[in-house]
């Protein structure tokens, strides 16, 4: 069995990150890019968890804190159920960062500290690099720059892997077939490219958890098992159409 684990490569930027962490980043990235926020929110809210709980959903903090970012119930974040749910304490985290002033332009520790009021205000500048070269890559302005080596499991539901999709994008057409799913996208081209590299790029860091065996979106296929060699070029172009299979 080989180790498992996703990486960024965003220029000269090697961001590394283990199976859970890589969840969590990408789908920090989904709720922000349903949300219609931009990349630099996905950066801010990924050096965040990495300071607060090295991007780990884990259920135990000082005093009351709990989940991704180390959120207080006792502070207003929600219940300790709520904590512990990632879209609710990532909604909540946005929630709190859409009311920072200027926080577009703010440096990113700058921004962070105003949302968690921390005792240790400029620990998540470290941070800062990598969470960079992530939001970069999963949000799809670095296409193809995202990838997971992973040993393939077991097959599972590809109605499972498409209801997670909707889950994390929102409101998007997600269509079945077989073994297959395809979600295409609509609109100006550069936004089309956008979108769908940050659909495939969370579809494979999900793609241990979700049985996903293969990605296909442009000229470009992910394949569970080929993780080395990341990205292939796909002799089929899909420039507007992200391709999943679990089979």
């Known amino acids: 069995m080989r180790s498992e684990f996703c990486q960024a490569q965003v220029g000269a930027v090697r961001a590394q990150v283990d199976l859970e962490q890589a969840q969590w980043a ?31 959903n884990i259920d135990f903090g000082d005093r009351d804190s709990l989940g991704l970012f180390q959120q207080r119930p006792s502070q207003g974040w929600g219940t ?20 920072v002033k200027d926080y577009e332009t703010l440096q990113i520790t700058d921004a962070a500290q105003r949302v968690q009021r921390s005792a240790f205000p400029r620990a998540y500048a470290q941070h800062e690099e990598g969470a960079r070269a992530l939001a970069s890559a999963l949000r799809g302005y670095s296409p193809a720059a995202f990838t997971c080596q992973i040993n393939p499991g077991n097959v599972r539901s590809i109605q499972r892997a498409a209801d ?23 609109g100006p081209s550069a936004d089309i490219e956008a979108r769908g590299w940050g659909v495939a790029h969370y579809l494979v860091g999900h ?32 420039d507007d159409t992200v391709i999943f299979s679990t089979n």
Do not use: C, N
């Not at 300790?80 to 009311?99: C, M, N, R, T, W």
């Open 80 to 99: 300790a159920e709520q904590v512990l749910d990632p879209y609710h304490s990532i909604g909540a985290f946005y929630d709190g960062l859409v009311k």
């Open 164 to 186: 997670d999709v909707l889950a994390a994008f929102g409101d998007i057409d997600v269509q079945v077939l077989g073994d297959d799913a395809s979600y295409r996208l609509t």
């Open 207 to 238: 793609a241990a958890d979700l049985g996903i065996s293969r990605v296909t979106f442009d000229d470009r296929t992910w394949t569970a098992g080929d993780s080395d060699d990341g990205w292939q070029p796909s002799p089929t172009r899909r």
């Open 26 to 56: 990408t789908l920090m990235a989904a709720i922000a890019q349903r949300r219609g926020l931009p990349p630099r929110a996905t950066t801010i809210a990924i050096a965040t968890a990495f300071q607060e709980s090295k991007l780990r």
